[in-house]
């Protein structure tokens, strides 16, 4: 009895002395814990979902994902445990049970049967290699003791979780996981989970990718395991082992390339960055866009960002057409390049128009060829249209009704209004806000344009894109009132989405979109808005070299016919109409609603979207000749009803109101609505009053024929030549289209044989016209 208790004793006083011991080395050699926070994680971008989109290697070239136990499938850590250490949660670190049989089957055998490492132990070996000797696993076997004094299990098992050697690069379960399986380590089944949980065992040996057969035995091994120790079902065990091996060996998804790199350069310590991208549309869009592109001239890239208008949210993100092919410059983000935005800001002039009251939806505007102090803007086409209305403008892509606008809008407060939008409009250097801005005379991002364009399915409000889930809040601008959005986003929901001359009046897509073609065919951009979704699409050559046939039209809009084919059709909603926007009867020429004007005023009836009732009259034209789409007072004769002027009154006279279209229209108005028409003649006694001067073309005869000289294709020299104008501009028309001559001749030389109508129009909108044709 004595015996045994100074056994027991000595036996406590060595416990203590190794704990002092150990508390002393502890102190001394502290553990080396910061190994660890060394060991940085791959940085990895993320979808909404969690799904990795991209992945950066830490400064070693490995790929390890930080995961928590609670997103770690249960199966593979009972796997993992009931495997490597039943017990867990009952030792201190090490094994003592499992080291003496360790070390006994070593006696007997002379070679190692069975290991005795604990997870902590194994643990202890990540964090402090070392040889396999017995000096190294007594080193192993303190470091493991330290870990247990100083972190709790579930801490050690999150380290081995996030450490434990895969094959190749891959550390962690996680990047297991997605390298393997393409899944997240939440999502593994019973045989993955298995198998990832032998792996580490010999990680080079049991790689799936590389030797099928081999991970499969090692799996099965394990299986059989589990099944002795009833932790999974005989049923469950059977279906996992009759599961073959697939596997491939995916360490970095390249998928929304652009912006991931662009996220990681924005959040360099972030290890996992959670974006808004939804993986599933961008994979289909970005092979949509590669499809697409291949069908481009060489060197030809393409942009596309797709948002939600409910939360700002970035759904899409594809910053070139192909970010591997160089010779399509791939590696440059177009989503951020500054490029001319052509005509995709005219809808916001039109708007902003609304909202100050200048205009409506069928406000009647001049599409004629007009100098703006030196500015002579034209169409696409180079032909005008005279007399149209603000959705026509805006339907039609014209460039002069636009420009009309906008120099009543004035371009200093356009600029601001864009500005305060979230737009950062890029001038050239030393400019200030002029008219050309209306038609691409400026710089602009197409994030920042998307961001703009929401605004028509936002009831008004722009907002900053948001590319992270932990961004605050969505950042909106309030650009347009709910009404005037409604408007615009009406009016361009139903150009046709096939031909912008088509027979069709409403496109069947339930969006309201517009184009945008810069200066030489340089950039094609389309944007496109709804309730639900706002998509930009760029197409051109990030080197900014002319294009040829690179319209908005031609090169944007048939992509985004088939962006909108891939999205779900409940993506497809209008924004409904608020209650202060009303259709309502307006007319031409004064823009009034009809109900405020008398019957002979109202020349040509229209349909017009009304904010509150309210009808803004006519613009009137920039030369401001007295009258415009005023009502003009004129004296008559009571008896005659001819004009009669002051110098020669009758005794019996009286007065009346015409209302006249504006004088700039007159070449392109019906005979009915024309002056001349609408105006009584003058009396035969204040005949003598008049000025009778008028514009007048001369040099080829009204309905001559003309021929080439002989032996030539050409014809002699030709010219027309104007008489009854003063000095100044001069604007030509050969069968509607917009010459270069300015000057009060045109030279005809180059006609070809067939049919010609020439017009020629001063700046006031007095003009003449003859037809002639060419013979062979």
């Keep these: 009895m004595n015996k045994l208790k100074k056994w027991f004793k000595r036996l406590v006083l060595t416990c203590i002395v190794l704990f002092v011991l150990f508390i002393a080395l502890d102190f001394f050699i502290p553990l080396p814990i910061e190994d660890f926070k060394q060991r940085h994680f791959a940085q990895v971008v993320v979808d909404k979902d969690g799904q990795p989109l991209r992945a950066f290697p830490d400064k070693q070239g490995v790929w390890r994902y930080p995961v928590t136990l609670e997103q770690v499938s249960p199966l593979y850590l009972q796997a993992l445990i009931n495997y490597e250490d039943r017990y867990y949660y009952q030792h201190f670190g090490v094994n003592p049970l499992a080291l003496v049989r360790a070390f006994g089957q070593f006696v007997k055998n002379r070679r190692i049967v069975s290991g005795a490492s604990t997870l902590t132990m194994q643990v202890a070996r990540i964090l402090k290699p070392h040889k396999k000797s017995f000096s190294g696993k007594l080193v192993q076997i303190?470091?493991?003791?330290?870990?247990?004094?100083?972190?709790?299990?579930?801490?050690?098992?999150?380290?081995?979780?996030?450490?434990?050697?895969?094959g190749g690069t891959i550390q962690g379960v996680e990047a297991a996981s997605f390298a393997y399986f393409d899944k997240t380590s939440l999502e593994l089944t019973v045989s993955e989970a298995a198998l990832l949980a032998v792996m580490p065992q010999s990680p080079s040996r049991f790689r799936p990718d590389r030797y099928p057969q081999r991970a499969k035995n090692a799996r099965n091994k394990l299986l059989d395991r589990l099944a002795e120790f009833e932790v999974w079902d005989n049923q469950t065990i059977s279906e996992a082992k009759q599961e073959e091996v697939w596997a491939s060996y995916n360490t970095h998804p390249m998928i929304a390339p652009l912006l991931t790199r662009r996220l990681i350069n924005k959040y360099p310590k972030q290890s996992i960055v959670h974006s808004t991208i939804d993986m599933s549309l961008q994979t289909d869009l970005e092979y949509l866009l590669k499809q697409y592109a291949a069908t481009l001239p060489e060197k030809t890239s393409v942009a596309l960002v797709v948002i939600d208008n409910k939360n700002a949210n970035t759904l899409a993100y594809i910053g070139s057409a192909d970010f591997l092919n160089s010779s399509r410059s791939g590696h440059v983000d177009m989503v951020q390049a500054i490029r001319s935005p052509g005509s995709t800001l005219k809808?916001?002039?039109?708007?902003?128009?609304?909202?100050?009251?200048l205009i409506h939806s069928e406000s009647l505007l001049f599409d004629v060829p007009h100098?703006?102090?030196?500015?002579?803007?034209?169409?696409?086409?180079?032909?005008?249209?005279?007399?149209?209305?603000v959705s026509q403008a805006l339907g039609r892509s014209l460039n002069m009704p636009a420009v009309q606008v906008l120099e009543k809008l004035t371009p200093e407060s356009f600029y601001v209004k864009l500005k305060n939008a979230g737009l950062d409009l890029h001038l050239p250097q030393n400019a200030s806000p002029n008219l050309s801005i209306a038609l691409g005379g400026g710089g602009v991002k197409l994030e920042q344009m998307v961001g703009l364009f929401s605004a028509l399915g936002r009831k008004g409000k722009a907002v900053k894109l948001k590319f992270i889930q932990e961004e605050?809040?969505?950042?909106?601008?309030?650009?347009?009132?709910?009404?005037?959005?409604?408007?615009?986003?009406?009016?361009?929901?139903?150009?046709?989405?096939?031909?912008?001359?088509?027979?069709?009046?409403?496109?069947?897509?339930?969006?309201?979109?517009?184009?945008?073609?810069?200066?030489?065919?340089?950039?094609?951009?389309?944007?496109?808005?709804?309730?639900?979704?706002?998509?930009?699409?760029?197409?051109?050559?990030?080197?900014?070299?002319?294009m040829e046939k690179n319209s908005g039209r031609q090169s944007a809009v048939p992509l985004l016919k088939k962006v909108m084919n891939s999205l779900p059709a409940d993506q497809m909603v209008s924004p409904q109409k608020p209650d202060n926007v009303n259709l309502e009867k307006i007319c031409w020429p004064l823009g009034k609603k009809q109900s405020m004007q008398k019957s002979e005023y109202c020349h040509k009836k229209r349909q017009a979207y009304l904010i509150d009732g309210i009808a803004p009259p006519t613009l009137s034209d920039e030369l401001k000749l007295g009258y415009s789409t005023e009502l003009l007072e004129v004296t008559m004769n009571s008896k005659t009803a001819q004009r009669v002027l002051p110098s020669c009154y009758p005794k019996q006279i009286m007065t009346k109101k015409i209302a006249l279209w504006p004088q700039v229209l007159e070449p392109w108005l019906s005979l009915a609505n024309r002056r001349m028409s609408l105006l009584p003649k003058y009396s035969l006694n204040c005949q003598q009053y008049i000025s009778l001067t008028k514009i007048e073309i001369s040099g080829v005869h009204n309905h001559a024929?003309?021929?080439?000289?002989?032996?030539?294709?050409?014809?002699?020299?030709?010219?027309?030549?104007?008489?009854?104008?003063?000095?100044?501009?001069?604007?030509?028309?050969?069968?509607?289209?917009?010459?270069?001559?300015?000057?009060?001749?045109?030279?005809?030389?180059?006609?070809?044989?067939?049919?010609?109508?020439?017009?020629?129009?001063?700046?006031?909108?007095?003009?003449?016209?003859?037809?002639?044709?060419?013979?062979?």
Aim: aromatic share 14%; no cysteine; proline share 4%.
């Design 472 to 546: 605050d809040k969505d950042k909106q601008f309030h650009l347009l009132s709910e009404g005037s959005s409604w408007i615009i986003q009406n009016i361009l929901s139903q150009v046709p989405l096939n031909s912008i001359h088509s027979k069709t009046v409403i496109n069947n897509l339930k969006i309201a979109y517009k184009t945008g073609t810069s200066y030489g065919n340089r950039d094609a951009w389309v944007l496109a808005s709804n309730n639900k979704i706002t998509i930009g699409i760029w197409v051109g050559r990030p080197d900014g070299a002319f």
């Design 705 to 776: 024929i003309l021929y080439p000289s002989p032996g030539s294709n050409r014809l002699p020299i030709v010219e027309l030549k104007v008489s009854g104008v003063d000095q100044q501009e001069l604007y030509w028309f050969v069968n509607g289209g917009l010459q270069e001559s300015t000057v009060n001749d045109l030279d005809l030389r180059d006609l070809k044989q067939g049919s010609y109508h020439v017009m020629v129009v001063d700046e006031g909108g007095g003009f003449a016209e003859i037809e002639f044709s060419v013979g062979n």
């Design 347 to 357: 809808p916001f002039i039109y708007g902003l128009a609304i909202d100050k009251g």
């Design 371 to 389: 100098s703006f102090a030196g500015y002579r803007p034209k169409n696409f086409t180079n032909k005008f249209n005279g007399p149209v209305s």
């Design 142 to 166: 303190f470091v493991a003791l330290q870990l247990e004094w100083h972190y709790n299990k579930q801490e050690i098992l999150t380290y081995y979780v996030n450490y434990a050697p895969f």
